[in-house]
């Protein structure tokens, strides 16, 4: 677990998965753009639509469970502003956690109201960016107690996001510049010493008016080639040429209701949630090729009067809802049986619509055709869970907590497509799986300061149904099924030199088996099943202070995943690297705090990190 407290988001300014990036050893964050961030731990990466890093705000799961709602992109990298921590648990944590959590858990874990007094924050913030504009940022928080038994917790925020890619062809620069704004309400009533309600409510829109690619040369059908294996910008460092604006807008809405009830003998905990996630793209595709040799642009443009030039635009809209329902039942802590059970509900439905809009340049006036292609899967999502753990303490330094989970999914999805140059179709699919994880952590405390411990668990992704005409040509699945991790384990954490010296090092082995893939088969794309993997490494976290208010802090991580097994469909040979998994990471972090006068402190610091060489993804032919 690396948890990163509230003063450490604060003063380092971590505010979102690129920052935190630097200070998790084993995290890894592929970025397409502002709002499609792709967390991978431990190098469990190979393409494919599901996610192997759950998110969580709370107790509450965010984002999409099962691949047939781009889970892997719908993340959630929300501000950093008020927050208690950040948790992130590395390996699987599907025993407490279920679904899409195979490779870990990112935790945003918020500040609870406090109806013990009033407090209020405020930060005033600029930023800028190498080769591009400022961004200035506003945050607010008031905490706001209520009678003593109560109290109201409010927070906002504002955050402009700098650009600094040009284009050149339109005449504008800074293009993937945006903003950011949300805010946070929370609600804590303690209606008796032993039982207490939370009612919380949380939004975060994101918004840029471009994207942050840059155009290259070097691959496949370009007419100048540089040296092997390498790419070179077409235009410049920072260039893009683009007919379309591509805009894009995220958001997120959660709420949530807790009910804590404290028996004496143990606590019982009722956890609903209820969020929403939608996401709005607006690309360029003109030169998007939908055959090797042919682009959409040119296809219209064969039908358009000669010597207009054509423009196609590309329209992504994804929608999620998700309802969740917990209840667990906990021990009283301090005995030497600690226990919980619980049971988990989750019913998500999600849309994904496309449309290929077509426009004379310039100008951008409509072609008057209709849609190249319209495209629209909807999809349901139902699992139940039971799950459960025990804690047994032989003795004050040693105890071993053992863990277990089933599940039972049930999944439907109705796909709709038609256009100019698609035949109007409906394809259906439907699908249900069981899946049973386990967990076993011993520890050994050897003394005071210094603890051992060993961890085997087992994660998934649940399997699915693929959206497939009723006459399917042999060999395409119909459905796709859940593929699994089991994670071995050992780790050594130590405080010593008087608490001035601290060091949390592990060892870990993945296997990984019928990893889900995105494939092509008989020119249908489908999820599928391929292959097996390992992913094995060393994890390292070093604190110092030598002096009071001088901190030092070394972080990273050498991990070498790999495929064991090919996986032609998708372009992955048996003992190639897993893309996006670099194999070296590391992060120095060294700051310095003082009282500078009255009861005012200063502080000043730097952050060195380096991330490794990383492979793109497979390339199926």
Known sequence: VSAITAATLQSQKLIDFADLETQVPGLSVVLSAPGLDRLTLRGEYVGGVGATVGTYIDDVPFGSSNALANGEGTTGDFDTWDLQRVEVLRGPQGTLYGAGSEGGLLKYVTNPPDPARFTSELELGDAEVANGGTGADYKAMVNLPMGGISALRLDGFYTQLPGYIDDPQRGEKDINRGYEEGGRASFLVNVTDDFSIRLSAFGQTLHTDGSPEVD?????????????????????????????????????????????????????????????????????????????????????ESVLPPGTTAAVAETDD??????????????????????????????????????????????????????????????IYREYSAYGQVDYHFNPAFDVALGARWSENKQSTDQLTGGLLVSPSEVTGASTGNDFLYSIAPRWHLSQNTMAYARVATGYRPGGPNALPPV???????????????????????????KRLSADVDAFLIRWKDIQLFEYVDSFGINANGGTATSKGLEWTFALTPVEGLNFTLAGAYINAELTSDAPAAGGLDGNQLPYAPKWTDSLDASYTWRAFAGYHAFAGATWSYIGARQNDFGAT
């Open 472 to 498: 399917t040509p042999t060999g395409v699945p119909v459905s796709y099924k859940s593929d699994s991790t089991v994670n071995y384990e050992v780790g050594l954490k130590s405080i010593m030199l008087d």
């Open 318 to 379: 994804l929608n999620i809802k998700k309802v969740t329902q917990e209840v667990r039942l906990e021990s009283s802590k301090g005995q030497a049986l600690e226990w919980i059970a619980g049971v988990f509900y989750t019913h998500e439905s999600s849309t994904i619509a496309q449309t290929l809009p077509t426009f004379i340049v310039p100008g951008l006036a409509s072609t008057g055709l209709p849609s190249l292609e319209n495209a629209n899967l909807d999809a």
């Open 216 to 300: 290259v040369i070097g691959s496949a059908g370009t007419p100048v080639t540089p040296p092997a294996e390498q790419l070179q910008p077409a235009i410049g460092n920072y260039d893009q040429a683009r007919y379309l604006g591509e805009p894009a807008t995220f958001k997120y809405q959660i709420y949530s209701g807790k009910l804590q009830w404290n028996l004496g003998w143990g606590t019982l905990t009722s956890i609903t949630g209820y969020g929403t996630t939608t996401q709005d793209q607006y690309l360029d595709s003109t030169w998007v090729a939908a055959a090797p040799e042919v682009s959409f642009g040119e296809v219209t």
